[in-house]
């Protein structure tokens, strides 16, 4: 079964940057897109990025263009998400997932398999 074990969370001071990894077991990643999602106290989650299977194509959420960069490495089956001049209103506990495929690129909406990780908690605050 598909599962993901997100990491890499902390406290920063506004403008500072992290780097989350999301490993994946029971699967070959790389037959899957996987995208980040964030939700943040009282909000409904929402999609950060996704990535596609072969790692060509990326997507972002507009708050994350410019910011963060989504990588990965499928030797090592892992998902990254460096992000930059992190602001408060990107505190949130951060989830990876398989996402749908978008002929090469890949949609910010979770594929049905597996279930939510526990996620990794980014608090933005100085």
């Known amino acids: 079964q598909l599962q993901f074990v997100e990491s890499g969370g902390d406290l920063v001071q506004p403008g500072g940057s992290l780097r989350l990894s999301c490993a994946a077991s029971?699967?070959?990643?790389?037959?899957?897109?996987v995208g980040w999602f964030r939700q943040a106290p009282g909000k409904e989650r929402e999609g950060v990025s996704c990535?596609?299977?072969?790692?060509?194509?990326?997507n972002y959420a507009d708050s994350a263009k410019g910011r963060f960069t989504i990588s990965r490495d499928n030797a090592k089956n892992t998902v990254y998400l460096q992000m930059n001049s992190l602001k408060p209103e990107d505190t949130a506990v951060y989830y990876c997932?398989?996402?749908?495929?978008?002929?090469?690129?890949?949609?910010?909406?979770?594929?049905?398999?597996?279930?939510w990780g526990q996620g990794t908690q980014v608090t933005v605050s100085s």
């Open positions: 029971g699967v070959t990643l790389d037959n899957y897109a």
């Open positions: 997932a398989a996402v749908f495929p978008l002929q090469t690129m890949c949609a910010m909406v979770r594929l049905p398999v597996g279930s």
């Open positions: 990535i596609a299977s072969s790692g060509g194509n990326t």
